[in-house]
């Protein structure tokens, strides 16, 4: 991965759908080139997916939490949270709890019942976001991290 | 927001950079009728966003955390989270810390250079994340969801 | 609700029992105008019920706690809560208890046999109360809240 | 207070508008009999207030939360809960913080605004109300308690 | 119980083995008089008991540790600390644990041991003790508090 | 520290006051070589004190709390705690607080008052004490650990 | 032990392969008399060993981990600890846990599946070590501690 | 690192006084080329130190503990761990508290001295060993782990 590279990923980062000629226009390189480049990135698992995110407000789901959880059954856990519509994040984390899971209900009292199904699994702190000061931080932060401008 | 918006956000929810031709076939609908309902659900801001996921193994970064802050100066801190490429997601949560911030570092060594400059911004707890077993999972979790089948 | 219905729950919120002619003369209006402005304020759910407070100390209750209850057994807790006489409110909360209740008892000592009774449905922390600053605050703060004193 | 007066307030508790004549046939008692019996236990304390209950749903105030607190300034933090209208109730209780609030706000996002205003006094935590099973329960909790029914 | 009552316990408190004769001598009475008083005092169970205090070092016993207990099972619970020679005092307390228990052993390491012996009654936080500022004050602080010096 | 000396403690531990006449008889020793025991255990140190237990509640203290104590000023609490009259126990413990306090006061009311004149020493918790199963244990818990019977 | 035995230990401590002659000149003895003194230290258990210390980073173990373990079946648990060769240590300690553990695994992965293979015997807490500013401080900490010096 | 080099590692962990001839027996090896081969783990940090294990006990230090610490100035606080002699480890570590340090003295009272000595760099919950099941494991656990037994 060189600076040119880094550069593909910084325009790409939140426009996924910006065509190859447009993105090729950014890097100073033809249609073929960039195509090929960005070809490379999705073969060696630099480029994993294009995601389009889609608000949670306007499809109905106004309450988002993080639970804190410690089971000492993990497998019937990970079962039970591969299937529930409402995980959309699972870590395994270090400290006292052992996973922390990211949740998104359609009101609180949705929430408070996605608990009690939990119930079953271990104990858990439900820790509700009330804000969002920082949804989604680029990667590539900015372009200033790139070396070698002479290259473009 | 009809089945068939539905439909075409199911699509389109992990392969951000689909076609329209593509899509349409998926749905039933001709190229610029699905352009014209994909646009719609931009501007009414159901679509946020297009993004490239981007590996972290992939460009370095090797450690990720979650870390629970205590502040009591929410204004220095929150410009310190703005401006850090570490933290890529921060959140205001209930309970007896007020933010959860998401971290990405090189390394554990790293990691621990930054829990040394938030030192100044309050107190907080690391927990380090040992695995991911759900990464993301998809809002729209199945077609099973979507009522009207005979729209199609 | 305007603000002349804002006036009439200033007035009534801590004298539930006072006469609609003299409710009348405080907000400037007619026994029978501010008789059916009530009326539709408890049609509507607005004004939920007329409560006497009878003194705990009066009547020999002199313990009041709150306890922070961790069950995993949501529905035999609430049959338990819903029939105890000692338990006076109870709330689903977030965090790492489930339950929040207000409990009233004759002395620490039937508090304690209380708490054994609680002690098959879950974990709980007991905060004796020593004092209440605030009782209770009426909701209508402030005449100055209220917008339009022409309409008076 | 006999076990008459234990009725008056059976019946009075949820309904403190009930004329005297009514409350009297509740009783077996004629109206200038049961009034100077009500006018007795409110001269002695017993009865303390009649409080109008307003609906915060209906008034826009969509959220409810308890939090506990810890100060080393009572003084400064207790003349802030009395003038502030989002604090409903305060009490000093045992256990690591010293008091328990019950806070009521427009939304999860005016309650973080309330929370920031907090940070001076101390620290505290944060526990979002999901649901209220038991709202309120009344302290005559039923007829059988009450003695001698031959009274009646 | 007036201030020469309370005189007495000043001068009784650690010196129960005081002669009447002498005691009389500190409080200006008769060698009878004091007695009497003193056989009032025991009749109404302000003076509870004479203790004798016996060295811990001094009899091989050289651990002492306070445990905070939660028990689920209070009735098994209290039957072994009341026959375990160990637990020499135990309350019941509020906060997250229920009981909080005085333990002296010969050592840390028979501590240990008893710790062991606890573990089917619940879960428990040791805190041993590492040295005593105040080991017993006495309830009598000072003659100063003592009221109408002219009655002596 | 022969089994005489432990027999004749076991006596004298609950009944400070007894004569050496008597307490001679329950050893089989004549009242000159059991008052010589006695004075050499003094001397020795295996004696600390003579108590005289006081009632709390007929003395007027009604509440007993035990507090858990975190300060980084040890020298200024200390001083507090050997002059205040409400401290009547304190021990540096292990765990994450440093102190733990027995304190009585007259009334809850006066534990929050005695809990405000601690704030600027540190923080802390507090545990009301709601009975009390074991006051006290003997040390000296039975004749049957007294070995060489035929001593006597 | 007297200063020359501890001019040994310092010696010897850091560098346990030294050959006694080479001791022998750092402590101003004949070969034979320093390897009688050692010989002496050995029996009487003042050194208990002489460890060969492999790095783990070089033989492929690059998570280090303190686990804070609770169990209430101690047994179980210590057969466990004894026969797993991810534990290199473990302490019985005082406080909410009974033992604290020092593992050492491959991976945060592997610890992560250590963490699965404890979950029956109780539950834990696990603090992952980031770095090590003392990784071992010898216990003869200098030679200004050992007094005498006119004896060499 | 081969399979014969394991067999040295597992030979000379817990005899690292052991003469080249002995340890070449163990593995069929001339003196010289295990001479040479251990000379060649030293090289690569393979071997990192030959440590000579002292007691604790016997040098007069007969309490050890760990302590968790929350600092928020790691400069002063490392270096006061530096040149502390008590402190003999200390690691970088996730969760609530960044440090865990290993720490020997002569009693329970020196630890409370050293306890009062770290007051001015943050706070701390001491956690103290009563005994240690696993002092320390060797890190190559068995023969079994070596393959390649035809080498020998």
New interface residues.
């Given amino acids: 991965?060189d600076p040119i590279d880094k550069q593909i990923?910084f325009h790409?980062?939140?426009?996924?759908?910006m065509s190859m000629t447009e993105l090729g226009k950014c890097v100073n390189l033809s249609q073929p080139a960039v195509t090929e480049r960005v070809k490379r990135m999705e073969e060696?698992?630099?480029?994993?997916?294009?995601?389009?995110?889609?608000?949670?407000e306007?499809?109905g789901?106004h309450t988002?939490?993080?639970m804190l959880f410690?089971t000492?059954?993990?497998h019937a856990f990970?079962d039970f949270?591969?299937t529930s519509?409402h995980?959309?994040?699972?870590?395994?984390?270090?400290?006292?709890?052992?996973?922390?899971?990211k949740v998104?209900t359609e009101s609180?009292?949705s929430?408070?019942e996605f608990?009690?199904s939990c119930?079953?699994y271990g104990?858990?702190?439900?820790?509700?976001?009330?804000?969002?000061?920082?949804?989604?931080?680029n990667?590539?932060?900015?372009l200033d991290d790139i070396s070698s401008p002479d290259l473009l």
């Fill in positions: 991965m990923l790409l980062q939140n426009q996924a759908r060696k698992g630099i480029i994993e997916q294009y995601r389009t995110i889609i608000s949670n306007k499809t789901k988002t939490a993080y410690r000492s059954d993990c990970l949270v591969q519509p995980v959309i994040e699972c870590h395994r984390i270090s400290g006292e709890h052992n996973y922390l899971m998104i609180n009292r929430l408070e608990g009690n119930d079953k104990t858990y702190s439900i820790l509700i976001v009330m804000s969002t000061p920082v949804e989604y931080k990667p590539i932060f900015s």
